[in-house]
């Protein structure tokens, strides 16, 4: 059984920083790309980054590009998204997800077929 499971939300004020992880089992860690999307009441899912961890290739969306860092340690079967220069409009639940995939620069849901359950993060002004 696949399993991912995101920790490392919480609130933080503008500017501020949050780590979050991923925590991925019951899949070949390597085989597969970690991406990470996000969701704001009211608002479209959206996909903001990803890692093909067999060879640490990255995209990000632009809406993260240079504020955001994803990482992984195939050791640890964990993949991280730094945050940094978070903003109000960052508020949302994230999501980790999986699939036997490569990364692509359009992140789109359709290609990610494993999610977790989600961890909130919160950006005060």
């Known amino acids: 059984e696949v399993q991912l499971v995101e920790s490392g939300g919480g609130l933080v004020q503008a500017g501020g920083s949050l780590r979050l992880s991923c925590a991925a089992s019951?899949?070949?860690?390597?085989?597969?790309?970690i991406a990470w999307f996000r969701q704001a009441p009211g608002k479209e899912r959206e996909g903001i980054s990803c890692i093909s961890t067999f060879n640490g290739k990255t995209y990000y969306s632009d809406s993260v590009k240079g504020r955001f860092t994803v990482s992984s340690d195939n050791a640890k079967n964990t993949v991280y998204l730094q945050m940094n220069s978070l903003d109000p409009e960052d508020t949302a639940l994230y999501y980790c997800?999986?699939?036997?995939?490569?990364?692509?620069?359009?992140?789109?849901?359709?290609?990610?077929?494993?999610w977790g359950q989600g961890t909130q993060v919160t950006v005060s002004s």
């Open positions: 997800t999986a699939d036997h995939v490569l990364c692509r620069p359009r992140i789109t849901a359709d290609d990610y077929h494993f």
């Open positions: 019951g899949i070949i860690f390597e085989d597969y790309a």
